[in-house]
């Protein structure tokens, strides 16, 4: 099965019922999207597909033919990051990280449809992405930067 | 001069700081700094880095006490065969204990170079100055550290006594400093040990016991009966099945073979033990034998209780929760030649790698354990399981191996913290003074094997007791008369340390007692508290929140004025989080004043607003504590308002995120974060602090706000609904609806028991009939026909009427080629198997001549004269006009024939009795041609012809009588078919919106409509051979189904469709099923939610909630959609191994009265869907 992923052909060769994120991250050593929970739960594995929020871990690559597929490697890199990366490191919004993945494909999928969104649209966005530390606060302003709101600095 | 060594002999001297193993060979020693003559710097630490940033505070440090950049530092933590065993990474002491070595360390070391300068300038050291690495006197010569350490390896011994820097002269220490593992975390690196990838690496999965989250017990270990290998054995690179005691895991090339494999395995395990029952949380923990241990006896409180004047006698009471890491556990370890290496997220390397040592009977020098980062564990990783589970299966397979646990394993079993109950006994003396605090809690140990070693039976599954409740069990406050008891206890669930530790749920108590007897008192509760508080440093802190929330005394309860449901509050709770070995220690001192919003309709607590403020010392990095301090509110606030494990007999039944709900954005409290400004003192531990006063300054606020005091947790809408006594009543039950024997009907071709005798009997008459049949003649074999005599627009018209008939649908098996036939059709005579349709003269129809094409299609008949069930629908098929059959029967002979022997059906006598169909035939099938009405369209007519013939429509949408014929009078009521129900396409439809022709339309051709749902199912493949049929068909098609219903006005459907959805949008959850649908499914179906990839149905106008039969939401919820009509639509998740049959009856229910509020509710649920879990997925 052919895929497109961050811009390029991949010939995979798995069932067309494996999950995309299983070849995602073990055929194309891909580290961003994360299992987090196989259900669409939580959005740790999300990438964008067509340009949406997809989550990766409950769509079988049969379902991924002929779609462009972009994970958070294909935003950018340390060197070159997208302009949502850039926010969110900026920000730092994360303790482990482990959810950041989700947010930042979140985020940059909601301001591809709104690029001015308020923070209730923002919250509203993120209200399927789940982080356990606590870094919502951080998060928010992440992508809040990223829209390009100026933000009031911290005490 | 030109260095003309190679790099690798350049610079190879360098400086350590070391002391001598704590465990190990003679001699062995431990590094704490090492800086090379390159000038760069690498920081050892024993602890790890949970998420927290501490990585980036070691360095800071480092860099403070060595003068050099942060930049030039690199932090090492975790690696067994590097770092030094400084214990589990727990109880937020990383920075305020575990980090002082390391600071002397570097400190020494900047001493030792500075010294060594002094000699080689000869200048004296107060002379020198250094600025990143480089020394430099007055009259600026200069050297490097590097140039100091040269060729040399120079290892000195950590010193106690070194001198460290003042406070004073801190330049990196106490600034702000990015996280620096944030940029690879942002951008897909390697960083998680779920990333690691070793050469020839495959991939684990285990096979948990059904004693889910209990780890004490005689059956722990002893319950496997046996592991059927041959049940996965079909599954692709499988590799081994592995096998130890109650241990049994899966190892397959790729992963997600593993995870089917782990799915499929066929375990037996002995009947489930009986655990104890936690259906009563509280009950259980008194029952659980406990042994008092008095952490203090003050004043004389027997004396002061009997002379109280106000007796107060309060019960606390805290549940069950998760840690619950957003990553599951994940681990690879490789059992090879040269060593063992396991990469691990474990909290405890050292204690990790002795247990495996232990599991593997291996000595521990062996063992590598390579640390590397995790999902925030929170205490969950203290028993990191996966690592030994990854270590017995490399070992197994010789080659190294990835495990990583599933979602509801992990919820299942990771290691919960731990229910806890606090009885406090005391009360006010007549002045309004605390006479006396009797407090007494009880805490489950939470030691937490490692599972493996229980599983395996390395180690016994007792239930071992610790001293691990008393964590700031001894209240700050300075009562005269105070005894305080920690009753130890055995763990009933298995647990380990989840932050806040026992702390949080004894300063629950403590906070919320105080705020009584102050109530009682009559006093202000902050004042109250000042009265008994004595530590300078906790009263500056309360007056500055107090200060900074801008609070106002309340001495005297007083109903708040009410907005409309709304009632607010203000709370107050302050701790100093004491932890460790009683008696322990204080990391940094918090209190908290939140604002609540409480439903006085619903229930609903809101926390609209947390002033948190914290004094801990010197701050590293103060952003780093600023983070620390909001991620503890935000999960202390989560913990506090929704969180609680749920249990049946005794085994944890939450495994995913719905029945374990946690914050989401929106129900974020706004968070105003005072930091004291202490960098002169000593730094404090920041990991913990802030949740320590969480529950208790929620639970105040609830009370100003309500003026009832909730002692329980969490303060769902349920428990508060109860509390002000206002019990939830379920919304009135309408009246059951008439029976609508249309819509239930038997169907011979679903497996449904009960029917039976009644089926017989009426067979019975038929065979009278049928005997009375004469059979029918064998048409002779043919040659196959040479497709090439039929033009090629025949062929192509052919396939499309294939796919309207849909014949590749019930022709072809699962993973079979199209039309191959071999698909089981489940009877409740049997099981019947479609036959190969494809031009194989041996095993298909390509010795059929077209007469006998025509004969099966119209009669039933096969070419050899047998008859055929009516499974196929040649009732339908026989309305077919003859240019249309031969087109067909072009198609199939063009197909490539393939040589596919259809298994013999297993039909019972006497279904196995084919003549009995002529009986069954003279009573039911009428072999008409289609006959157009001339009073209707061209089109309707062309639709009918569709829809009754090739398209079979009614074969699953009108009922059938007792005899499995379609009832002609209810024709397209609604049936079932093959365990889904195929609802009516006419008036009759229960769906809130009926169905247009544009609707009809959209759905046939897309498999969505907006007014009704997505196509599931075994309508699914309907709609994806739809495909292949020309749109005025399909429009046709269209106006005749809607030629059915009532005459359509597009604007008043949309109208009503927006009304439906804005009446029945979901606004409190406050029920189990209520918090599933929130968690589970909100993500893809609550209206106006995000966009994702696929379709976003919408429940309030989906049919198969407002239907008669709960069948269809529960097959979907069960089974989900795996094989969507087309692959815009996107796929739905199934459920069935993630809810308990009472979570799924829960959610239907749920969905049904928040979605059709105007239909009855359903009954049986459950029943409902134990009987659908064990019929096939479609």
Known sequence: ?155 | MTDTRSPGQRNRGSLSVVRPAVLGAEGAFETFITITSDGLVNAHNGHVDLGTGIRTALGQIVAEELDVSFARVVVILGDTAVVPNQGATIASETIQITAVPLRKAAAQARHFLLTRAAERLELPAHELTIEDGLIRGHDNRSITYGELIADETIRLELADDVPVKDVSAYSVVGRSVPRIDLPAKATGELVYVHDVRVPGMLHGRVVRPPYAGVDAGPFVGTSLIAVDEASVRDIPGLVAVVRIGDFVGVVAEREENAIKAAAQLKVSWKPGPALTDLSDIEQALRANPSTPRQLIDKGDVDAALKAAAKPMHRTYLWPYQMHGSIGPSCAVADYGEGGIRVWSATQNPHILRGDLALLIQRPESEIDVIRMEAAGCYGRNCADDVSADALLLSRAVGRPVRVQLTREQEHAWEPKGTAQLMDVNGGLNADGSVAAYDFATRYPSNGAPTLALLLTGRIAPEATVFEMGDRTAIPPYDYENMRVIANDMPPIVRASWFRGVSALPNTFAHESYIDELAAEAEVDPIEYRLRYLKDKRAIDLVNAVAERAGWTPRPVWKEPEADGDIVRGRGFAYALYVHSKFPGYGAAWSAWIADVAVNKATGHVSVTRVVAGQDSGLMINPDGVRHQIQGNVIQSTSRALMEEVSFERGAVTAREWGAYPIIKFPELPEIDVLMLPRQDQPPLGVGESASVPSAAAIANAIYDATGVRFRELPFTPERILNGLRQPVTPAPLAPPAPPTDLNRWPNPFAKRGGMLAGIAALCAAAIGIGAAVLPWRAIAPIARPDASVYSTATIARGKELAALGACAVCHTSEHGIANAGGRPLETPFGTIYTTNITPDVDTGIGAWSYPAFERAMREGIHRDGRHLYPAFPYTHFARTSDADLQALYAYLMAQPPVHAETPANALAFPFNLRPLLAGWNALFHQPRPFQPDPSKSAIWNRGAYLIEGLGHCSACHSPRNALGAERQAAYLAGGFAEGWEAPALTSLSKAPIPWSEDELYAYLRSGESRLHGVAAGPMAPVIHELAAVPDQDIRAMAVYLASFNESTDRSAHDALAAKLEAATAVTTAASAGARIYQGACAVCHEVGGPPLFGSRPSLALNSNLHSDAPDNLIQVILHGIAKPAVTDLGYMPAFKDSMTDGQVAELASFLRLQFAPDKPAWTDVAATVGRIRQTIAR
């Open chain 1, 1 to 155: 099965m052919r895929l497109t992923v961050n811009g390029r052909n991949h010939d995979v060769d798995a069932a067309p019922d494996t999950a995309l994120l299983y070849v995602l991250r073990n055929d194309l050593a891909l580290n961003g999207p994360k299992y987090g929970c196989g259900l669409g739960e939580c959005g740790a594995c999300a990438v964008l597909i067509d340009g949406v929020a997809a989550r990766a871990c409950v769509i079988p690559i049969e379902g991924c033919a002929g779609r462009d597929i972009v994970t958070l490697e294909g935003l950018g890199t340390r060197e070159h990051p997208d302009p949502v990366q850039d926010a969110f490191i900026s920000e730092q919004a994360a303790q482990c990280g482990y959810c950041l993945n989700g947010m930042i494909i979140t985020t940059k999928a909601l301001l591809t449809r709104n690029p001015n969104p308020s923070e209730r649209e923002v919250l509203e966005a993120l209200r399927y992405n789940l982080c356990r530390c606590g870094a919502h606060i951080e998060i928010i302003r992440a992508a809040m930067r990223a829209a390009g709101h100026v933000l009031e600095a911290r005490d």
